[in-house]
């Protein structure tokens, strides 16, 4: 399919100089029929030069070539008549090829934003004064090249190391058996608390991975809380239903919860059934959920992972359900209702150090302590560049603007 | 060695799209992309995995007339009907029976349960902003402000007052301002999670997601 | 939180009855309040007018139908806007959902100002792959979206012939309920291939893209069904979402009585547990 895309640019390129020779044809009785005597017949003189590169400035993408030329010595001297320049691109060599933009006198450089990468073009231009165009010069051919590395992002890059950096350093220290202090996470005690009473009273835990696709980071941090919930249900014999929107986190929560249930010795009480596909639909799901929590009436509903719109028609039903709580996104739109209909909420980050607090593994606890620190970084960034552009070292902010 | 294949797969191609992030050059951003079309294909085609639970757990349900096995019946019919008209005319050409029964059956459910919010947002409203504290007042005072700053009814109510004073302009600074910053706050602080998680599942830290460490 | 059975939680399903009929009423009988226009609503508009005519614009439509109610009047309002202006459209979306519900706008809307498919707009309908299929249309429209809606080939529709890439569309409007959408049409186009883009989200939604309309990569924002409003008003035809605002109105009047009465209740019972207490 590309090719022939290409061979079809190819063949545009051939036909359109024709069609053009063919407008200027039609063109022609117009100027007959204005006043010959005040027409200008001499053309200006062509542009002294005309020098065509890669574009190297900022990093591009191959997509860019950069023109540029001397102005005719008509142009602001001489007969001072030339109005502006007409720049063409062509793929074989001697055709005047398409044209590419009018550009206004006393101009003499041109980005041609819209190249192919990699393809060698030819890059023609003459002056005009309004009447006739003067001889051609021609330049070429050159092809746009993609640079090795997008200066564009050197700052990320650096911060992203530093970040790197940072989380190697703790894991290592962890690692070492250093004891690293995690604050409190209310929420997160409150789900072995919230499976117990559901064990207590006889029922199912719930536990919505949310409705993102498996390629959503929320979506892997879910399934990592889940299996630590999946221990607890094992241990405690109570049945844990996972309703999914999306096939393959269905796939991966089945696998996740049956290991789970496996490595606490209890395999038998893995019940296939309870890890559930229910709609890609958003509201179709979530009013499968709803069903679910109305039917089988579960003690304990876990809200952990990428939720939109069905946030609160999930947690208000749940909690006229009677059930107990808990909720984990990083989607802050939705975080206003969860906070008022449940009763816990992990708010941003809390949802991805679930894994490392409950674990406890000083693997993931360093990683943790990393985020920590990069924070206190970002902070401190975020103060200096309030204070570089308050006293105009504009230079400092500008190395941070990525693209 | 069940784990090291995945833990190898993600790694190499963690990797790569990082590369992808700093190299502009078209060889490693078409095979990113050819990558990222893979993705699609193998996510698309997981759909019949889905499929196949569906009509598991159902079938189960019915076949042991479980409680609400009623309910089963209508979700497998609703599929195959679907599925019937889905096949051989077409889906969402114009005209069809399966774009007929979109329109006016799924458009309508979806919208209901959509609109459902608006009861639910006025229930949890009313139960969840109590003046129990300080800031629960706070909250409760800017809710109300925001909640009528939004609709005309706001400005219809403080016309005539200096522009400071009127409900849309506390609004705006409110979102503008202590909203705005709470909420880059949180979301800074997600973006660094997301980034430590990333590292974290790239170099095998974190494997829990394949279905437990072992 | 076990539900409690005293008044602080009263049967929610009066009031749910309650917010039918504020919803019902206005409806029936518009209030019409007056209503301001806000800047982003007001630069959306004045873009669309800076297109000369002539010009192909895009409406890219990323929603279901769950919110029709707020995203279809800015579709609409904007098809409506762009055919006043002899702008010709393309349609294009990320949504399985979408083709339809846009099909629906432009059916009377097209009958209306007497625009032919093919010539003056055309439904290019749904594509898959998200973020891949946005670069795809960097490079090549008709290669991405080979054929439209209806299954045409798009080598064989007047307009397409007219439209490589995004150096063809003068105004992009999006119009789009979550993922892919308006994020991804900034981070992934406007970026990249300095599309003059503008968009239209649902009220939740709105908050996260007003800071892209600051750093001016969104010329605009429609911001739910105030900004569909809105827009309805500047361009003349106040419809479904004007009306609606009064309802909305009328809505978020009664969700802050509800939340005064809660207080109430909640101090008079707070109080009468105190007293009982002592007199124990």
Not at chain 2, 170 to 194: D, H, K, Q, S, W
Request: charged residues 15%; proline residues 5%.
């Amino acid at each position: 399919m590309r090719r022939v895309f290409h061979i079809l640019l190819v063949l545009l390129a051939l036909i359109a100089p024709a069609a053009g020779s063919l407008e200027a044809l039609e063109a022609t009785p117009i100027i007959e029929e204005t006043e010959p005597v005040l027409l200008d017949v001499v053309p200006p003189g062509p542009p002294c030069s005309l020098t065509v590169r890669d574009y190297l400035e900022n990093s591009d993408f191959g997509d860019k070539i950069e023109i540029e030329w001397g102005l005719s010595p008509d142009d602001g001297s001489g007969a001072c008549d030339v109005t502006g320049y007409i720049l063409s691109r062509a793929l074989a060599e001697g055709e005047v090829g398409e044209v590419l933009d009018e550009i206004s006198s006393g101009v003499t450089r041109y980005i041609d934003e819209s190249v192919e990468p990699g393809v060698e073009y030819y890059y023609n231009l003459v002056s005009h004064d309004g009447t006739s165009p003067s001889g051609r010069v021609w330049a070429g051919p050159t092809a746009g090249r993609a640079n090795l590395f997008q200066w564009s992002r050197f700052s990320v890059l650096v911060l992203m190391v530093v970040f790197f950096a940072m989380v190697a350093r703790f894991t290592a220290v962890a690692g070492k058996g250093a004891k690293l202090f995690v604050r409190r996470i209310p929420g997160l005690n409150a789900i072995e608390e919230a499976v117990g009473r559901a064990t207590e009273m006889g029922r199912p835990v719930l536990y919505v991975p949310g409705i993102g696709e498996i390629d959503n980071i929320m979506t892997i941090a879910s399934l990592n809380i889940l299996s630590h919930v999946a221990k607890i249900t094992a241990r405690y014999d109570t049945p844990l239903i996972v309703p999914t929107a999306r096939a393959v986190v269905m796939s991966a929560a089945e696998e996740v919860v049956k290991q789970a249930y496996t490595e606490v010795g209890n395999p038998d009480a893995y019940n296939p059934d309870n890890i559930r596909y229910l709609s890609d639909a958003q509201f179709a799901f979530a009013g499968a959920v709803n069903g679910i929590m109305l039917r089988e009436k579960p003690a304990a509903n876990l809200y952990m992972g990428a939720f939109w719109a069905e946030s609160l028609l999930l947690a208000e039903t749940g909690f006229e359900a009677g059930a107990i709580q808990v909720a984990g996104t990083a989607m802050v739109s939705q975080l206003p209702f969860f906070v008022t209909a449940c009763d816990f909420t992990l708010m941003g980050e809390e949802l991805y150090a679930a894994s490392a607090y409950l674990s406890r593994e000083p693997k993931l606890l360093g990683g943790l302590k990393g985020s920590d620190w990069m924070k206190v970084v970002s902070i401190a960034l975020i103060a200096a560049g309030i204070i570089a552009r308050a006293v105009g070292l504009e230079s400092f902010v500008a190395w941070f603007q990525t693209q | 060695m069940r784990r090291v294949i995945p833990l190898a797969i993600t790694f190499l191609i963690g990797m790569f799209m990082l590369v992808d992030f700093f190299v502009p050059h078209h060889v490693v951003s078409s095979a990113a992309a050819e990558m990222k079309q893979w993705g699609t294909i193998v996510i698309a085609a997981s759909i019949l995995l889905g499929v196949g639970n569906l009509i598991r757990v159902h079938y189960k349900k019915i076949s042991r007339k479980q409680e609400g096995w009623g309910y089963s019946i209508v979700t497998l019919s609703v599929m195959v009907v679907m599925l019937f008209f889905g096949g051989p005319w077409g889906t969402i050409q114009e005209g069809s029976v399966f774009n007929w029964i979109f329109l006016n059956v799924q458009v309508p459910l979806q919208s209901t349960m959509f609109s459902l919010l608006a009861f639910f947002i006025a229930s949890a409203a009313y139960r969840a902003f109590r003046l129990r504290s300080l800031e629960a007042g706070m909250l409760l005072v800017s809710a109300i402000i925001v909640m009528l700053g939004r609709v005309p009814l706001g400005q219809f109510l403080t016309r005539g007052l200096p522009e400071q004073a009127t409900l849309p302009w506390l609004t705006e600074t409110i979102m503008a301002y202590p909203n705005m910053a709470a909420f880059r706050g949180i979301l800074m602080g997600a973006a660094l999670g997301v980034m430590a998680m990333g590292l974290r599942v790239i170099l095998g830290i974190e494997r829990s997601y394949l279905g437990g460490d072992k | 939180m076990a539900k409690g059975s005293d008044i602080r939680n009263i049967d929610r399903r009066f009031i749910f009855v309650l917010v039918l009929a504020a919803v019902v009423w206005p409806l029936l009988h518009p209030l019409r309040l007056p209503m301001d226009i806000s800047p982003p609503v007001q630069s959306v508009y004045d873009a669309v007018e800076a297109v000369p005519a002539g010009s192909i614009v895009m409406l890219a439509a990323d929603y279901s139908p769950d919110t029709m109610p707020e995203l279809q009047p800015m579709a609409e309002t904007f098809i409506r806007h762009a055919f006043r202006r002899d702008l010709r459209i393309v349609v294009a979306c990320l949504w399985p959902a979408s083709p339809p519900l846009v099909e629906q706008a432009l059916g009377p809307l097209s009958e209306e100002f007497g625009k032919e498919y093919g010539t003056d707009y055309v439904n290019l309908g749904y594509m898959a792959g998200g973020i891949v299929t946005l670069l795809g249309m960097g490079a090549s429209i008709p290669e991405t979206f080979p054929t439209d809606y209806g299954g045409t080939s798009v080598d064989e529709i007047p307009l397409m012939l007219e439209v490589e890439n995004f150096d063809d569309i003068a105004f992009v409007m999006e119009v789009s309920a979550g993922t892919p959408g308006t994020r991804e049409w900034v981070q992934q186009v406007q970026s990249r291939f300095r599309v003059n883009l503008a968009s239209g989200t649902t009220a939740v939604g709105a908050p996260n893209f007003y800071p892209y309309v600051q750093s001016g990569q969104l010329t605009g924002l429609l911001g739910g069904l105030k900004g569909a409003a809105e827009y309805e008003i500047l361009v003349g035809a106040p419809g479904d979402a004007t009306s609606g605002m009064d309802a909305q109105s009328v809505v978020h009047a009664l969700i802050v009585c509800f939340i005064i009465f809660g207080n109430i209740v909640y101090f008079v019972s707070r109080r009468s547990e105190k007293r009982l207490a002592q007199d124990v």
